[in-house]
């Protein structure tokens, strides 16, 4: 193996939800702002961390399964949970502004864009409220919404179960086009006027914004469930496959790709002064990963697996929290666990050497499958997975999917 080059120190440690009514499971991604960091756990608590001790400032119970993470604008948290409550909480002493009932379960992040606030729910519709959460519109797109919305160039972009896109006019709540990317579709980055995801059946895509049309397409070895993460000429994104990989964003030729030993199932970091890419797997290990040419730096092991994004804040210090209930077959493990780490002021890049390696593995891009676009009209202004069999096997399938996009 790679000799890997010292890791971080662990400034703080807290355990969160041992117990709860959704289980002692965190999947969403922490966010960081003036020195507090806020996690969302499925037993529908959202914490305030204080980054310097890892103590809670506040705790705001929404009494159901909260799945995703919430966003910060503007002094206040907004978040969906999977009784379709949409909340707004003051960031100060998290008390609760207001309010949505959606029509059914909220489980993907919302988006704040020009003041307004879009959201999605398990149903298919997405919403258009304003700051004090009155309704201005919503849209059925038919199918199930669990990932989050993105917005760029006053139009809004969901991605849907059925693996379809969809171009919003976010003032009229009107479809623009849509387009077939593949067996479900999870959240676009926006890059150059190009969109780039990935796909339950393991693609990654990249199309232009305007109508829809294809630019690439490649393929991994399984679910592309995050977001990709654009730096230096190239898109980052891992896999359920267990690997990291590094894509031109114009050709989607494969720059490198890194193997850890479990799923990644969260958008990596980048750290662009340095660059370097972090990402937490399904193998209880944070690595380091050099992003020019895919070696690793040091790896950390948490207690469980890490299903979310790190981030960073101050001093050179990083944020994650691990999923919890440690080993799939140990449910009686504790719950989930927020790290602070301050990071290494010296780093070594790794060199291979002979036998088992995680160096990485450069493939050509396949050939470019073509997708189905469908134009819609232009929008009118208002007047104002399992190896068993059978019937089991599909079901075990169908939750592992539905799970999948409920992470997001």
């Given at each position: 193996?790679?000799?890997?080059a ?47 001790n890892?103590?809670?400032q ?6 159901t ?30 008390n ?9 379960n ?30 201005y ?22 991605t849907?179960m ?5 171009a919003?006019?976010?003032?009229e ?21 190009n ?11 990249s199309?232009?914004h305007?109508q ?60 662009k ?25 040091w790896?950390f ?19 994650f ?9 140990d ?44 134009l ?22 169908g ?10």
């Amino acid at each position: 193996m790679p000799v890997m080059a010292d890791g971080p120190s662990t400034d703080w440690t807290r355990q969160i939800d041992q117990s709860g009514q959704g289980g002692a499971y965190v999947s969403a991604s922490p966010i960081y702002n003036n020195g507090i960091l806020y996690v969302c756990s499925y037993s529908g608590i959202i914490y305030a961390i204080q980054y310097t001790n890892g103590v809670p400032q506040w705790k705001f119970n929404a009494g159901t399964t909260i799945y995703s993470s919430p966003v910060y604008y503007d002094d206040t948290l907004y978040v969906g949970t999977s009784n379709g409550t949409f909340y707004a909480i003051e960031t100060m002493w998290g008390n609760e502004k207001w309010r949505f009932k959606a029509r059914a379960n909220i489980d993907s992040t919302p988006l704040v864009l020009n003041g307004n606030i879009y959201l999605a729910s398990d149903d298919g519709t997405v919403y258009a409220l304003d700051s004090n959460g009155h309704e201005y519109w919503n849209l059925s797109l038919g199918t199930g919404v669990f990932t989050s919305l993105v917005g760029y160039d006053n139009v809004l972009y969901a991605t849907l179960m059925d693996g379809r896109l969809v171009a919003i006019d976010p003032n009229e709540g009107k479809v623009i086009w849509t387009v077939t990317v593949g067996d479900g579709a999870y959240s676009p980055l926006m890059y150059n006027d190009n969109l780039y995801l990935g796909t339950h059946d393991g693609y990654i895509v990249s199309l232009e914004h305007y109508q829809g049309g294809v630019n690439w397409k490649n393929q991994t070895g399984g679910a592309v469930s995050s977001k990709p993460v654009y730096f230096d000429g190239n898109i980052y994104v891992g896999s359920w496959d267990g690997y990291m990989y590094a894509m031109n964003v114009t050709t989607g030729k494969m720059a490198w790709k890194f193997a850890t030993g479990g799923p990644i199932k969260a958008s990596p970091f980048i750290d662009k002064a340095n660059g370097i890419v972090y990402v937490g797997s399904g193998d209880y290990y944070l690595y380091a990963v050099d992003a020019r040419f895919g070696l690793p730096y040091w790896k950390f092991k948490a207690d469980s697996p890490i299903y979310s994004t790190p981030v960073m804040g101050g001093n050179n210090k990083m944020y994650f929290s691990s999923y919890g209930g440690g080993p799939i077959s140990d449910t009686s493990s504790g719950g989930p666990t927020v790290y602070a780490l301050t990071l290494p002021d010296t780093l070594v890049m790794a060199t291979p050497t002979s036998g088992p390696s995680i160096a990485p593995t450069v493939t050509a891009a396949p050939t470019e499958a073509p997708l189905q676009t469908t134009l819609m009209p232009s929008p009118t202004p208002s007047s104002s997975w399992c190896p068993l069999p059978g019937l089991l096997g599909a079901s075990i399938l169908g939750i592992v999917a539905l799970a999948s996009y409920r992470r997001r």
